[in-house]
């Protein structure tokens, strides 16, 4: 449906180099990088509004031109909703809804609107014009936009970054069901893979311009290749064992009875409430700090056995 083809852009210097992959019809992908990587400016460039240095942008056979080549730059199958947000200030929330939809049916068009109010909770705040709103709330109304648009292709910029926890679920909840009934395509740049792991089918981990690995959630959050890769999905445990480097999750332990090769005497530091379950902290003889989850406090434990996730397995 979407193809990336070995595409590079530059300002002065390059900000990304012979980027590829695809995106499936009804597919969700997730873009994870710290900030500055050139998530950003990839996503400007998948919609055709910036012009790509060397390679292709191809969505359903035919090329994305970028403003060189249009007189108003964009795809309008694609739409992207990134920090700049685009509203209409001097509109109101309802009417910045309305605009995008004006070749609907009156009914239908209303429906619509009032979902998405209710959708992004500013039903309450329909009268309001956009320039009142706070930070969260335009990019809320941004976000309502470019769904009621109804594209094939939707590319968020670090859609959740104002949302709190609940709002979080209830649009991730609505976009995964836009991918099941319409099949939207979505691409979801982030700095927090963690906000990303229970909606992406695949993830693409991007630093310095470029991809290092693409694999899925699963794969990012137990299959650890690097520190660096593995904090953007969460709190990662690196131990020194037998001159190798030993990475794993929190949950990735057995308490020890009798010692193993991958067994580690521990010190215990401390434990905090954490809901579902309890924080325990604990130090190595090599002073490593380690995070472990577990159900109680575990302040007598002295041993515990890294056991890693098989992958394959939790994918049943």
């Keep these: 449906m979407l193809e990336i083809k070995s595409i590079s852009f530059a300002y002065k210097e390059p900000v990304f180099e012979n980027i590829s992959f695809s995106v499936d019809r009804g597919e969700i992908i997730g873009i994870v990088g710290n900030s500055g990587a050139g998530k950003t400016t990839l996503l400007k460039s998948i919609a055709g509004l910036l012009d790509v240095k060397s390679g292709e942008i191809i969505f359903e056979n035919e090329l994305v031109r970028g403003p060189a080549y249009n007189l108003v730059p964009g795809h309008e199958e694609i739409k992207l909703v990134n920090q700049d947000f685009g509203l209409d200030l001097y509109h109101t929330v309802k009417e910045n809804i309305r605009e995008k939809i004006l070749h609907l049916p009156r009914k239908e068009r209303d429906e619509m609107v009032e979902e998405l109010l209710d959708l992004i909770e500013l039903d309450h705040l329909s009268d309001q014009k956009a320039i009142l709103l ?171 056995i890294i056991k890693k996730r098989n992958t394959t397995s939790l994918l049943g």
């Design 134 to 304: 706070s930070g969260g709330e335009q990019q809320r109304l941004a976000l309502a936009r470019a769904l009621a648009g109804e594209p094939k292709v939707l590319l968020l910029d670090e859609p959740f970054v104002h949302l709190d926890g609940r709002l979080r679920m209830k649009i991730s909840s609505y976009l995964l069901e836009l991918k099941k009934v319409r099949e939207m395509s979505l691409i979801l740049v982030s700095h927090d893979g963690s906000e990303i792991l229970s909606l992406a089918d695949r993830i693409i981990h991007f630093s310095a311009g470029k991809v290092n690995r693409i694999g899925s959630p699963m794969e990012f959050y137990y299959d650890l290749t690097s520190v660096e890769e593995a904090e953007l999905f969460g709190i990662v445990n690196a131990v020194q064992i037998n001159g190798k480097e030993i990475l794993f999750r929190p949950t990735e332990f057995e308490l020890s009875v009798t010692s193993d090769e991958n067994s580690i005497t521990v010190k215990f530091l401390g434990s905090q409430f954490a809901g579902p379950y309890i924080i325990n902290y604990f130090e190595t003889k090599k002073k490593e700090k380690i995070v472990l989850f577990h159900n109680e406090s575990l302040h007598e434990e002295k041993e515990i």
